[in-house]
């Protein structure tokens, strides 16, 4: 099992900037990938990014050049510097694991939420 623990999320204006984090716990040693997904209200959860254990990153059309995932294996924690909000990339963030076997976890999610 791998715990999944999200935090940084809250309301902001837009133009304005946060920084998600989420700290994993457990069977951290089988981590292949880290990501994070995020859900808008009457909409399906999508990739805003992800980052693997050489470091290799991909980010959402979306996003790039304004989001940037990053991550501290020495603490077990994957970040999202989100710069440059906009009204629409208001939802719930979702941390992701992805381990060796083949199983994905999730954090319960933080809200984002940004004004225009």
């Known amino acids: 099992q791998v715990q999944l623990v999200e935090s940084g999320g809250g309301l902001v204006q837009a133009g304005g900037s946060l920084r998600l984090s989420c700290a994993a716990s457990?069977?951290?040693?089988?981590?292949?990938?880290m990501g994070w997904y995020r859900q808008a209200p009457g909409k399906q959860r999508e990739l805003v990014a992800r980052?693997?254990?050489?470091?290799?990153?991909t980010h959402a059309d979306s996003v790039k050049d304004r989001f940037t995932i990053s991550r501290d294996s020495g603490k077990n924690a994957v970040y999202l510097q989100a710069n440059n909000l906009k009204p629409e990339d208001t939802a719930v963030y979702y941390c992701?694991?992805?381990?060796?076997?083949?199983?994905?976890?999730w954090g319960q999610g933080t809200q984002v939420t940004v004004s225009s």
């Open positions: 980052i693997s254990n050489d470091g290799t990153t």
């Open positions: 457990g069977r951290i040693f089988a981590i292949k990938d």
């Open positions: 992701n694991a992805r381990t060796m076997p083949v199983n994905a976890y």
